[in-house]
Nanobody
């Protein structure tokens, strides 16, 4: 059983930056594809970014390309989401997710593709 704990959320002005972290425990981190999703009240959870097991490939939703960067440290069992040029529409609860799989990242963009989830961290971007 894998446990995921997110941190790094907060309140930031538009144009600012935040770095989210997600620490994993209870599994062999390097065998898990890791993803970030976000959700606002009344909406479905939305894919944001995904990174392969060895960090060799990644994918992003179009709305964050060029602004967000996903990375991972397989020694620290941590996945990161660096968020720059934040916009009010980026306001959401951000969740990290994991699945032990060999699937390519392009097949890992739906919530049902993941087995494990963190509890989320709130990101609020003021205008």
């Amino acid at each position: 059983q894998v446990q995921l704990v997110e941190s790094g959320g907060g309140l930031v002005q538009a144009g600012g930056s935040l770095r989210l972290s997600c620490v994993a425990s209870g599994g062999t981190f390097s065998t898990y594809v890791m993803g970030w999703f976000r959700q606002t009240p009344g909406k479905e959870r939305e894919f944001v970014a995904v990174i392969s097991r060895g960090a060799g490939s990644s994918d992003y939703v179009d709305s964050v390309k060029g602004r967000f960067t996903i990375s991972r440290d397989n020694v620290k069992n941590t996945v990161y989401l660096q968020m720059n040029s934040l916009k009010p529409e980026d306001t959401a609860v951000y969740y990290c997710a994991a699945r032990q799989t060999t699937q390519p990242v392009t097949r890992m963009t739906r919530t049902q593709d993941y087995d494990y989830w963190g509890r989320g961290t709130q990101v609020t971007v003021s205008s």
